[in-house]
């Protein structure tokens, strides 16, 4: 495919070569759809996996990523490679003679062709005795959600900005059974229509899907711009939801050019397009690891029994604020009780024949006497 006119690749990239535990950003020629949301950067990492997202750090990409494989894989052995090509409509990854860091017991070859999500396998022990104690074994993909929550100390003054709290939301998992994976297996997962692939007003309101309900956010261009959206709101651009209201808003079948003024691209949210072009470079030259910022305060993963754990974010917002306000009740009604009890002794004690004084006297006798 390489050899191939106009496309572009690598056959051995010198960063995923000779490594453990490394990854290296590429773009993407095409739109690729991953969830709905229009991916035009990914990374490859050397334990089997990509990454498909443009902000990187170790927590997203254990939940952002599409894995024909995912093992604790190093590229130290003979002969071992990772190879990619991109001809414009199509991404094929190859990580080919791979042999597991603690497991020495075969190569492994994994294809991954991300048009129909196409996994071949090539694995020379069943995929249920590999080990998970120091990498995770997955195959399948995954999505998630980073969201920012407001967090308010009662204790604190008024005027300190509220804390914030980042925490990445896994809404959707796709688990192949390891017992099912043998040599020459071939997996196709075929990709689903969802609400946030569409990109006008009038798509959004005439699509009919069989397991969405579409609405049209008319969200301002500071809540990330109109988008459509599931009647859940679970998608990467949730913040969004919520904080534009869609929940409610979201009820309103109208498409309105004055409620969408002002629209931004879809993945403003996440990152600056000149930023990403920074971080990823084209294949013909050298790829840089994305930067990892710092990592999130917690990972709320999937449920397989629950399908989804994610709580309402709304409501949680709401719990934080009425903690909040309940905590600064108690305070107000500490500080009272001791205020008055404070003036009843000063009264008490300088007016030793009143009842009030009569009772401060008895109490300071029987307590010291």
Wanted: proline content about 5%.
């Amino acid at each position: 495919m390489l050899e191939k006119p106009g496309t572009v690749g690598n056959k051995s990239h010198s960063s995923l070569s000779n490594s453990y535990r490394r990854a290296v950003a590429a773009k993407i020629q095409f739109d690729f759809p991953f969830y709905g949301h229009r991916m035009k950067n990914l990374t490859i990492a050397t334990g089997g996996f990509a990454y498909i997202g443009d902000q990187w750090h170790s927590w997203l990409a254990a939940t952002q990523y599409i894995a024909p494989l995912m093992a604790n894989f190093d590229t130290h052995g003979e002969n071992a490679t990772i190879m990619y090509a991109d001809d414009g409509e199509k991404f094929v990854m190859e990580w080919r003679n791979l042999q597991l860091r603690e497991q020495r017991s075969g190569k492994f070859l994994m294809h991954l062709l991300k048009l129909r999500l196409t996994f071949v396998n090539f694995v020379p022990i069943p995929v249920t005795n590999i080990s998970d104690s120091h990498h995770p074994v997955k195959i399948g993909m995954s999505d998630a959600y980073l969201f920012h929550h407001s967090v308010h100390n009662p204790l604190a003054p008024i005027s300190q900005p509220p804390s914030i709290k980042r925490v990445i939301y896994e809404y959707h998992r796709i688990e192949v059974k390891p017992s099912l994976i043998v040599s020459n297996t071939i997996v196709i997962l075929k990709a689903q229509p969802t609400c946030i692939q569409y990109q006008s007003c009038e798509e959004c309101s005439n699509a009919t899907l069989k397991h969405f309900n579409c609405s049209w956010c008319h969200s301002k261009a500071k809540h990330g711009g109109p988008f459509c959206s599931d009647q859940a709101g679970l998608h990467r651009r949730r913040q969004h939801w919520i904080e534009g209201n869609c929940k409610d808003n979201g009820k309103v079948t109208y498409c309105s050019a004055d409620e969408d003024f002002n629209e931004v691209d879809d993945e403003d949210d996440i990152q600056d397009a000149s930023e990403i072009a920074k971080q990823c470079v084209p294949f013909a030259g050298k790829t840089r690891v994305t930067a990892s910022p710092s990592e999130p305060d917690e990972v709320v993963a999937w449920d397989r029994e629950k399908k989804i754990k994610v709580p309402e974010v709304a409501k949680d917002s709401q719990d934080v604020l009425g903690r909040s306000n309940s905590g600064f009740v108690s305070i107000f009604i500490v500080v009272v009780g001791v205020i008055m009890l404070a003036s009843w002794a000063s009264y008490a004690y300088f007016n030793p024949h009143t009842p009030s004084g009569q009772l401060l006297i008895r109490v300071i006798f029987d307590f010291f006497f």
